[in-house]
């Protein structure tokens, strides 16, 4: 029926794959949060609970009934797209997350952005004058950014910036607090800002993404510049270079017309990696620039047992990860036309 | 007000409806001004809601800003600089008079006539029936509150005519009136919330968790969960003084390093609830508030059901090994009061108390020798990790002085969302640190929860025959009446004689101020910004 279409065949038969994933993600996130230390009924009884009222909250939390029941009881609301109810924020988990989810990936974008922007020149310039000061200049940035843990980065940069330069703005998450967020379209405060055409909101908004996604970019730059000055030192060593080269065509052209395409595969793939493993030390930057992101939602929640709090934030990442892999097998295809969907 | 609320609600809510422009450039300015304060705090408000299960420490605030009570307490100069609540006076708050029948066991309460809530209706005793019948049939943590005023049960609420409330005790007792002027029975707008409620939730608890619906001296301009709460001043406030502050912001910084960076910048006025690392530090540079708090002891607890503990000469042989001072300087900065050392008789009645141990190795030794266990033993030291600021460096000091006496200790470390369950509900960790604090200042109060067998503090599993008469007998009695003060005093005795919780040191909840002023402790260990002045 879509022979027609190879490419939508492909992503929807890429999207039936993940259904099994996702269940798989459902089941285990259920096992796991029930498999964790604590009693919840104990926690939210509060400071003063005696066994009566504990009970009394077990059962309010549904978690007097048995395991089978309670997974049941969730697939059910799952089904109909509810995630249930947060005991700690006492709101929809949905709700929590469209309000979380948008500040974490407007952060991580932002260093994904600086970050690449920065190290695949790196790279490249590294990789065309190898063991020069400029490539020892790359790997002395590279070690320095992973080797540094972000809270520290983060807290050197507050130090410097804020504390003692006074340049930066006061580190008090995503808006100072004489601004209003932006009426509410996608969450990120950078686009909802500038279709609203509030450039002051937008300005303010950018003032405190700047140190907060720099620290996080720092972190991120090391993979991107090493994988980029690797794939860049391989292609530059192929034959269709030495090939071009003897062609005729200019330094220029050969560069990045040939050699950083061809290199760019591997970047993609790195990026993607990193992307993950940025949300993940996200938490670490969101407490030090108090930033309401989905790391710090997520912490808490593991903190207190709230299940339905952490079981949403695992299918929340699940589902995004599937649509990242997704996308990133979709540039190959633009990056690399040689790579052919209806192989896959 | 929710989290989703718009620029528009937040027009709609009492700001002036010239453009936001003005507005925008004018903040700033007025953060330094007298018209609005910023608070930082590394806590979460997950709750407007006192009353609903899972309701955060942190959200208490709102029951204390937002809501009123019948009563009050009065306020007095703190130790460590500022101001403290006294529990000893009460004043009205709702209420304008109050009185005790001869037996005690009913009290009739006067309203203010002028009282409103913030949507202008009058304040009636209905409503306060209603408020008080939610928080003692909601069950969890209100509830328990609740009795420990004697406060059990819907009937013995009655709203007599629109002003005039009573209450009908079942025993009289000196705790009711105190507890009434705890966070927990605050009046709610009986009307609005009912509007609100359903057939699955009567108390309006999914309403109230997001909107407040009081007469409170403040009103919630803006919340959003896990960011920032905005207050703004009620000007038709009539439950006492009128707060000098328009608009008070509470921002949410988990870091404790940018929270110091912030206060110390000036550019937020209030640090609430710092470490007292960076109390001690910023002592000389900026105002810090470090109010001993009142009742609350940090314990090193032996439990009986550990064999070895069941010996009085083990647990006094720890008690003089305990290395006091350098717990105090290493956990606390020297932030709150030492409790150890004093050998004078017990003549008064003044809870915490210091304790005739003090540290000495060789006593600590002697005592290990005369015990059934001479060549020492092994137990595990649990830590909530939760807790760890000061804990972790109280379990090594502790490890380090009982080796020296022969006792082999190993840290345990517990997870904070077990914490509870392990210590308090199970009550099965061997030696363990605990630090409970009774929201009622009376020393009946605290060894009620801590000293009696089978209650939830008493996690050393104690159980001693003449303290359980002892506080039976002073837990409602008046503290002016002639028998009490003995008894409290043979319940000190035994308690640090037996010592089932050998006391440390009481901690201080320390708050910096830069550009602030009239900072008030309560025992409720949250920030109450009525008195708040700018400077």
Redesign the interface.
Known sequence: MLSGYPRLRAILLRIAQAVPVVFGVVVISFLLTRALPGDPAVYFAGVMADEQSIEQTRIALGLDKPLPQQFAIYVGNLLQGDLGQSVSSGRAVATDLANRLPASLELTLTALLLAVLVAVPLGVWAATRPGTWVDHLCRIVVTAGVSLPTFFTGILLIYIFYYILGVAPSPLGRLDFIYFEPDHVTGFYLIDAALAGDWETWRGAVKQLMLPSITLALFTLAPVARMTRAAMLSALSADFIRTARAAGLSGRKVLFGYALRNALLPVVTTLGMVFSFALGANVLVEKVFAWPGIGSYAVEALVVSDYAAVQGFVLAMALLFVTLNLVIDLLYTVIDPRIGFVSQ | MT??S??RD?MKMGMAGAS??PF?KA??AL?QGSDTL?V?TGQ?I??LDLH??????ASYQVGVNCYDRLLSFGTKEAIGGGFSYDYQVIEPELAESWTVSDDGMTLTFKLKPEARFWDGRKVTAEDVKWSFDRAVSV???P???MK?GGLERPEQFMAVDEETFVIKLDQPSKLTIPDLAVPVPYIINSVEARANATADDPWALDYL??TPAGSGAYKVLRW?????L?YERNEDWVGGTMPAVKRV?I?????P??RR??I??G??QLAFGIPDKDAAELADKIDVFSTPVENCIHCLCPNFAFEPFQDPDVRKAIAYAVPYEDIFQAAAYGRGLPLWGDDSPIDDIAWPRKTQYYTDLDKAREHLAKSAYPDGFEVPLSISL?LASWMEPTALLVQEALGKIGIKVEIEKI????W??AV??EKRLPLHLENFGGWLNTPDYYFF?AYKDGH?FNSSNYRNEEIEALVDATLHMPMDDPAYAPQIKRMFEIALDELPRIPLYQPALNVAANGAEGYEFWFHRQLDVRPLKAT
């Open positions: 989290g989703n718009n620029r937040f936001m422009l925008l903040m700033p953060a910023v930082v979460t997950n709750s609903r299960t899972g309701t955060s420490r069950g969890g943590f509830t328990v509150q420990a968790h997001m959003n969960p896990g960011e920032q905005v912001v921002r949410e910084v988990p870091s390093a940018t960076a912030l110390e910048r550019d937020v939760d997870p904070g969302a077990n509870r369950t308090l509900v929860w939830l």
